[in-house]
């Protein structure tokens, strides 16, 4: 069964940092592509990075280009999230899943159709308040 797990989210200061973790098991995850998202209470999932399968290729949605870095350690078949920067506009509950078709942008436009992709996460909540 392929399953991700995402951790590392929490509270944090306008102009701090996080580093969220999406881990795999059942499968090893460098042969997949992954994407991240986040949904925000009354608002649509929208697509926030992807990291490509193949050479490790990245994708970034305009609102967190230059503030986000997503990046995968093979050996801890894991993909991170680093995210520094953060602001209010940030907060919501960020979610991995596998993108079958290897990081196309136009999905990651709201609105995501979450049947593009696999495996979802449960999601980790940020919240970005002073």
């Known amino acids: 069964q392929l399953q991700l797990v995402e951790s590392g989210g929490g509270l944090v200061q306008p102009g701090g940092s996080l580093r969220l973790s999406c881990a795999a098991s059942?499968?090893?995850?460098?042969?997949?592509?992954i994407g991240w998202f986040r949904q925000a209470p009354g608002k649509e999932r929208e697509g926030v990075s992807c990291?490509?399968?193949?050479?490790?290729?990245?994708y970034y949605a305009d609102s967190v280009k230059g503030r986000f870095t997503v990046s995968r350690d093979n050996a801890k078949n894991t993909v991170y999230l680093q995210m520094n920067s953060l602001k209010p506009e940030d907060t919501a509950v960020y979610y991995c899943?596998?993108?079958?078709?290897?990081?196309?942008?136009?999905?990651?436009?709201?609105?995501?159709?979450?049947?593009?992709?696999?495996?979802w996460g449960q999601g980790t909540q940020v919240t970005v308040s002073s």
């Open positions: 899943a596998i993108d079958w078709r290897n990081c196309g942008p136009s999905r990651y436009i709201p609105p995501v159709d979450t049947a593009d992709f696999g495996s």
């Open positions: 990291i490509s399968r193949s050479d490790g290729s990245t």
């Open positions: 059942g499968f090893t995850l460098d042969y997949y592509a």
